[in-house]
């Protein structure tokens, strides 16, 4: 890609040529996915991005995490309940619609596909580009923030959002920026090695910030990445099994010629996940 191609001011451009360079079969399938959920409000400026295999147990308070973020008005909540064919749903559908009847002022939208294999490069692939289709649907030609949390979130600063999007505003040049993850303080007293395991890898990401060859490891637990951003890189490798966060972000370095501006590290966007994780 051209190193010096704005993802902000040519988003819609960049957004349309990634959804119609696929299959027209795979076009329907984003639109078989999205046939029962609500138009996009025109407020929204941000989406959170949530992979859901079997997460009955956690969701409503995972989703109950996003209550303390201000401005609600300002970002949607898609969540993509997934497994392979031939496994039994969980109580996933359930307690998403217990949460929305709860909390009518969130704006949360479920999608739900059963796929024939595993593979989180998929899943994640389909629950960005669903978002890339309901903005083009409801013709938003302006850059918009994805960011890429888990289903198994366990706590995030109240001022998380606000952090984010004070980042992107001030660095117009800024394709994507990743944040610190954390365990919950419970987790580390059971725990302690993995504390100071943690500890040493956000420690590592800040320093790596500041090294002339390195940049931040972007995670699907804790990024952010313009919509322009993620259609010019290609979006998510559907083959990955694994890996398939860190290869958004050496994608970016390559395609912006390792130019420090583009990808950098939040120090106040941090979120808490589950330690089954570590």
């Known amino acids: 890609?051209?190193?010096?191609?704005?993802?902000?001011?040519?988003?819609?451009?960049?957004?349309?040529?990634?959804?119609?360079?696929?299959?027209?079969?795979?076009?329907h399938e984003l639109e078989e996915l999205l046939q029962n959920s609500l138009p996009m409000a025109p407020t929204v400026q941000e989406v959170i991005l949530l992979p859901a295999y079997k997460e009955g147990k956690n969701m409503y308070k995972t989703l109950s995490n996003y209550l303390t973020l201000s401005n609600k008005e300002q970002f949607e909540i898609i969540i993509l309940e997934n497994h392979p064919e031939g496994v039994e749903r969980d109580s996933t559908k359930e307690e998403i619609e217990r949460f929305k009847k709860d909390h009518p002022e969130m704006q949360v939208v479920h999608l739900y596909k059963a796929f024939d294999g595993k593979g989180i490069g998929r899943v994640r692939k389909y629950l960005a580009d669903s978002f890339l289709e309901r903005k083009r649907k409801a013709q938003r030609n302006d850059s918009m923030l994805m960011i890429s949390h888990d289903a198994d979130l366990e706590g995030l600063r109240s001022g998380y959002l606000d952090a984010i999007r004070k980042r992107f505003d001030a660095e117009p040049d800024l394709d994507a920026l990743a944040g610190p993850i954390d365990l919950p303080e419970e987790a580390y007293?059971?725990?302690?090695?993995?504390?100071?395991?943690?500890?040493l890898l956000n420690f590592f990401h800040t320093v790596l910030r500041h090294s002339p060859s390195g940049a931040p490891r972007v995670q699907g637990a804790n990024t952010a990445i313009r919509s322009?951003?993620?259609a010019l890189i290609g979006g998510y490798n559907e083959r990955a099994k694994v890996a398939e966060d860190l290869e958004l972000g050496w994608l970016i370095e390559h395609g912006r010629k390792k130019v420090k501006s583009r990808l950098d590290f939040a120090t106040d966007a941090r979120v808490y996940t589950n330690p089954r994780r570590e």
């Open 1 to 27: 890609i051209n190193g010096d191609w704005s993802s902000d001011v040519c988003s819609s451009d960049l957004i349309n040529a990634y959804i119609e360079k696929h299959s027209p079969e795979y076009q």
């Open 228 to 230: 322009g951003a993620y």
């Open 189 to 199: 007293a059971k725990y302690p090695l993995i504390h100071a395991s943690v500890r």
